[in-house]
């Protein structure tokens, strides 16, 4: 997240034209990425059960079939980036923004492939437990992110200025390095031993890759779901003019970073209760699944105080104009409102990839979005004149809608509900 969360503080200062241009490319970028990233992430409950019942064979084919998954979805993915222009424009964005932001997602098209195989090797890590790897990549690619940044929008070193299409290719450049640079610690150290097969025909049996895609595609559609969410928010803010946009742009980029703190509790909830129910361990996969509700609602706990209180001080991270500094101050207290929620909903989210039922959530969002929350931010936005305030109340309801409802089925379906001793009339506690 730190990717696009740089890139927008530097383009930003490139110009706001080049920030709105930004801001409606990613939208694109999030939408069709995070359905191709869920889809793979079909890997989770298949990896974390095979590491707790210790069947290492499993382990090791399921992220074969997930690296075959990740080629098959990034051809997809690829193409998809092609229509970011047309898409745009058929949304109403200024001819202008759109051809920006089109330019900026064509030099990206090379890095989709090393965007989803790095994310094949990073949930098989992630399920065995072995998390440092990627952090230590992610750290190392992010600091480089910033270098190339600075010396392909703004110029450098003989490199001409390149502006948008600069931070672009820089983005490109750092999947790029992060699958890679995964790659090698993992020859390196070593760390594929004791749960890999050498390739064979296995990796494209037909019924182990359904597997993946069944556990998968629910959860693409998921995170499809509410990242269109917040996507079609989005374009609600570009029908509003550039200074909306980019203010969206702006309190949305920081939201999004806060949402990597309970997105890493849920990420270590899918583990560790897939763990526990490989094992067999209903009661303590129960336990857990709480912990990491609580866990998820004060991080995000925190992080509302923080836009509450810096409401004035944190858009100056990214602009210095007033109009739009003055426009983000008065919708962070509106973000700082539903990060319990967003917390709570991406962690229930975890549990329920971790069970190996990820159909849920996918209900929930659209229920909770498409009927009730986008229908309302419309009605706020446009007809009551609210502009970007009925646009992001519109988007609380939502979160709030979605983490109640993970709440309610976590007491009634939770963990403990997959014990095949457990009486099916009892509550689960």
Known sequence: MLLGFVDT??????????????VLANVWISGTSFFAMGVVLGMDPII?????????????????????????????????WVLTGPFLRLTG???????????????????AV????????RQYLQGRGVLWPALV???VANGLNVVFNRLLIFGGLGIPALGLEGAGISTALTRTLLFVGLLVIVRARRLHHGAWLPWSRRALERKGLAEVLRYGLPVGVQFSLEVWAFATATLMAGRLGTVAVAAHGIVLTMASLTFMVPMGVSHGAVTHIGNLLGEGAFARAQRASWVAFGLGAVAMSICALIFLLGRDALPLLFTTEPELRV??????PIA??????????????????????????????????????LPLAGWMAFELGMGLRGVWWGLALGLCIVALLMLFWNRLRGPASLDPGRDPGAHVS
């Open 327 to 332: 426009l983000c101050a008065t919708i962070l």
């Open 9 to 22: 503080l530097m383009v930003g200062r490139f110009s706001k034209e080049a920030l709105a241009a930004a």
């Open 93 to 111: 964005q200024s001819p202008e923004l759109s051809a920006m932001a089109h330019r900026y997602v064509l030099v990206q098209i090379p890095s």
């Open 137 to 139: 990549v992610t750290l």
């Open 336 to 373: 700082a409102a539903f990060q319990i929620f967003d917390g709570v909903q991406v962690v229930g989210a975890g549990i329920l990839r971790g069970m190996g039922r990820t159909a849920p959530a996918a209900w929930f969002n659209l229920l909770a979005y498409w009927a009730l929350s």
């Open 48 to 80: 974390t059960q095979a590491h707790g019942a210790r069947d290492a064979e499993r382990a090791g084919l399921c992220l074969q079939r997930g690296v075959v998954v990740a080629l098959g979805v990034s051809l997809v993915l690829a193409l998809s």
């Open 114 to 121: 090393f965007l989803l195989l790095f994310t094949a090797l």
